[in-house]
């Protein structure tokens, strides 16, 4: 024993001084290299493509000295003595700035957040590309490389030793890579202006596609002067900062900027060289700030040829809009204004910029458009005048404007008077109009609406008063008639309509979307031969949906109307219909295979799913027109209480919500239940005895490994011992537990009636009689067996 012991002992003694030998001559090496690598920190690589402040720190991060390495780096060998110092002291000066510049980038991804957005075609999902998220450590220079080397990212694979010793120029970039510094919600204003960023984002070298910049949510209303930006970033966000004012040339020096965002500011004054250097910019956020009708220097633009969005809503400019509020701009496309407090458009506003296509000046105070107010926009092609207070627009205020596609008015006072039959025929492109939520009346809008340019594709007319008048749209042919051929989208929702004959529209032959929601129209008429893909004809009063064939429908909604019975038959490419809120006794629906969502909720006299209540069958659409299930909404429905074995023919369920129905019990072979996806039976008053017991072995552990949160709710209203208990109490009894004695609902029998004669009823009578004498056998039988193994669950 003393032997081996000794000989370990030994081994040990030897291992541990080689590891000393080995470990000091690692070291040794260690800090020869990085004296190696640091001495070419002496002669900064190249000057050129750096920023003018930041150039003299270096741009060359190949030392890739972390800060420990500094710290003990200038041991140099003894050779020509003078020289050498002289070397020393300047290598020592260098090193001291480059420790400085560290130590500050090093704040920047400690208080930030640091990281690389790579879209990875390569494990893309199915919808498109995945984005992997790359954290960085505070260290940017040296890690920027390592991200390009996360294995599975498709990149070169740099190891992290070959980084370390690099001399040759770093890989390529990725063209897919995003570095993020996110400053967001820190506390930054007072380190903020003695920043530094990395080295080689601020030498302008190219280490990422886009570099973002983001500071939102601080306090840099304080800061006098940001740190010096790289130069090559592409975004940068300085929103909700509380800031008053931006600098004359702030942003100079981002030449490669394409993304400003200034919104959620307090800034009122905006001097004319602003912007000046910003040579790629194309979206400039000034939103949510104090400016107002002050206006903006004509040149604050000049130097932005690129811009083409521009948004300065939520500000206060107020008044009239005329051309001297806003900057010159050739390239602007898109000009947000809403949420200001313009009253008029003056002639000539627009002279400035003349080539906007989109324009939002929605939730203003216009209550008048001056004829020409929108001339100088040739190119226009959406205009946003809604939640305005326009009561009527005169005769060529809207002239010009022969590119218009989109023209929403919605949420303005317009009255029928106030829209002259002229108003819109000039619109000659104009593909979308929404004028919901004014004041439109028949007959007098017959007039607009006759002379609606031939283009015009969709109308949005709900929430008008065109049925209350005398003479409303029911009775009108004229008025429908004149409705341009061309329509595929009609709204007429909330108008009031009682009756509704589309053959009034009979020229409307192209009608893919009628909107007829929120009406007191009782008969529906004239829906043959329309194309209709999609009809809304929910709120209603209709007690009877016309037998008419709409081969083409997807979309039908009848809900909350005087329906007894669900319409029939059922369009052959039906998807999804509606049919809740309606006082129908019996559900029977016949559909095709294409039906993939069927809700039939809070209908208070529906008592049975009777045979076949559901039937999904064969039908003129194409096979790859089935959909691959079915979603079956069908709760609250507080009489129904009883669900036929055969209900549902040839079904396959996507979702089947049965809760808050009155269910008592539920036959097992009605589908099959363990295969339901997803199934609610919660809120049901439940019968739980042994008719029930099939529930407990299948769909409930189903339900208990695919959404467990649909048993909260799952009880037992009787029998009355474990009244208001959830089923789920008995998942671990092994057994049937339903089928157990103390659960036997015997009084319940009572309640069933039999119609029989005597001589079969004395059978039954016999047969209860051994049966009850069998339970009881089994009971004693089974109560040791049944103490002993059951578990209660103490969390149920
Ligand atoms: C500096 O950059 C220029 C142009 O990019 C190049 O021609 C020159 O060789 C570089 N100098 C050094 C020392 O790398
Ligand atoms: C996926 O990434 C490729 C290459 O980066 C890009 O061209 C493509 O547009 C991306 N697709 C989507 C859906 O983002
Ligand atoms: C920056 O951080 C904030 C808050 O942490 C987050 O809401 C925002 O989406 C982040 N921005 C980016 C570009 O990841
Ligand atoms: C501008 O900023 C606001 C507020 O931060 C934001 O809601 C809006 O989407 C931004 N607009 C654009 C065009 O980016
Ligand atoms: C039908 O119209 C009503 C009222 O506009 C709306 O609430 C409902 O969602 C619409 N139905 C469908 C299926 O879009
Ligand atoms: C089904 O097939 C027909 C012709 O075979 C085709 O026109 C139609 O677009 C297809 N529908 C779908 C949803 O794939
Ligand atoms: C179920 O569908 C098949 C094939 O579509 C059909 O042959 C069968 O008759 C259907 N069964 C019922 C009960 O409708
Ligand atoms: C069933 O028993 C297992 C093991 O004892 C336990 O982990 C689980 O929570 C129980 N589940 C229920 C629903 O009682």
Redesign the pocket.
Known sequence: MGRVSAVLMGAAVALLSWTCVVATATSTTASASSSVTIASVASPRNETSSSPSLAASGSNSDANANLQQLRMAPVAPEQDKQEKKEQQQQQQGLLEQKLQRLQEQRRLCARCDCFALRSAPGSAAKDGNTTVRVSLDENLDDILDVTTAIPGLGAPTTTAASIKGRTTPPPARPDNQVLVINCTSRLLAEELPRWSWPARLSAGEVVAAETWAEFRGGDLSGVSRLPQLPFRLTRLSLADNRLRTVAPRAFANLKALRDLDLSHNVIADVPHDAFLGLASLERLNLSRNSLSSRPLSADLFKDLGRLNRVSLAHNKITGELNGDTLPWSGSVQELDLSYNGLTSVSAGAWRRLPNIKVLDMSHNKLGSLTPDAFLELRSLERLDLSRNALVALAPGSLAGLAGLHALQLAHNGLRAEGLPAATFAQLSALHTLDLSSNQVSLPEGAAALSALPAALRALDLSHNPLGRAEGGLEGRSEAGAALPAGLETLSLAHCGLQGLDVRAWGKLTALRSLQLAGNDISVLSGLAHLPLEQLNVSSNALTRFPTVALPALRSLDVSHNHLERAPTPLAPLLRAVWLDDNPMEELRVAAS?ALALLSARRMPQLRSLPRGAL????SEAPANASAPCLTLLLSHNPALSEVHEDAF??VTFCQLDLSHNALESLDSRATDWSAVPSLDLQGNPWKCNCRLQWLLEGPMRHIYSSSPTLLEDLRCARPAEVSGRRLVHWFNHTGRALCDGELMDLQSAGSVTFKMSPASLAVVICLGVVAVGLVLLGILAHRRYVARRRVRNRRF
């Open positions: 295979p039937h999904l069958a064969a023919r040839n």
